[in-house]
T-cell receptor, first 114, second 115 residues
Framework: EAGVAQSPRYKIIEKRQSVAFWCNPI?????LYWYQQILGQGPKLLIQ????????DSQLPKDRFSAERLKGVDSTLKIQPAKLEDSAVYLC????????????FGPGTRLTVL | AQSVTQLGSHVSVSEGALVLLRCNYS??????LFWYVQYPNQGLQLLLK??????LVKGINGFEAEFKKSETSFHLTKPSAHMSDAAEYFC?????????????FGSGTRLSIRP
């Protein structure tokens, strides 16, 4: 079974530029999560999707971050414009459904904002 | 709201020695508890989970953790450390019966193994 795929693996941009990350969850997984992991900290949930609907985006900085999962499968997370403090690893995870107690994580995208 | 505290951001043990990584949680309802491991440049991998069954939980790679309600703890142990255990370990908690169930992660403990 293929795992959670993410691209790109690394991205370097300058502040005020835009960037987008892509995630393809495990086939058949209805729930998809985006996390931000700042160096030295644990992952923090940004947004949770159930199929193509948003379940929780309470910690998503909506003035600059957006995410979509239009067809209920893959998802994109966008930052526009980026700030220095957005430098982090962005992790995507999926689970079979919203009540599942196990999430499967992708390798992450390491973003550096200069 | 639930939270976890991992005591010690960095733990170093000798190869073959006991590994003990500490985690204390806070939750207003019976929680689910998890330990995840993260190797360099990789995502998180589930080591083990407690979901209100047996209080002693065995996971992969010889790790185990014990849920102690009286101490609100869920410490991770391994009897004999191996060089391949060097990684970042995250304790996490969720409140599975709340309306907005989500996993909250601790800040992590980096485990180093000395030859």
């Amino acid at each position: 079974e293929a795992g959670v795929a993410q691209s790109p693996r690394y991205k370097i941009i300058e502040k005020r530029q835009s960037v987008a990350f892509w995630c393809n969850p495990i086939s058949g997984h209805a729930t998809l999560y985006w996390y931000q992991q700042i160096l030295g900290q644990g992952p923090k949930l940004l947004i949770q999707f159930q199929n193509n609907g948003v379940v929780d985006d309470s910690q998503l900085p909506k003035d600059r971050f957006s995410a979509e999962r239009l067809k209920g499968v893959d998802s994109t997370l966008k930052i526009q414009p980026a700030k220095l403090e957005d430098s982090a690893v962005y992790l995507c995870a999926s689970s079979s459904d919203r009540s599942s107690d196990e999430q499967f994580f992708g390798p992450g995208t390491r973003l550096t904002v200069l | 709201a639930q939270s976890v505290t991992q005591l010690g951001s960095h733990v170093s043990v000798s190869e073959g020695a006991l590994v003990l990584l500490r985690c204390n949680y806070s939750s207003s309802v019976p929680p689910y508890l998890f330990w995840y491991v993260q190797y360099p440049n990789q995502g998180l991998q589930l080591l083990l989970k407690y979901t209100s069954a047996a209080t002693l939980v065995k996971g992969i790679n010889g790790f185990e953790a014990e849920f102690k309600k009286s101490e609100t703890s869920f410490h991770l142990t391994k009897p004999s450390a191996h060089m391949s255990d060097a990684a970042e370990y995250f304790c996490a908690v969720s409140e599975p019966y709340s309306s907005a169930s989500k996993i909250i992660f601790g800040s992590g403990t980096r485990l180093s193994i000395r030859p």
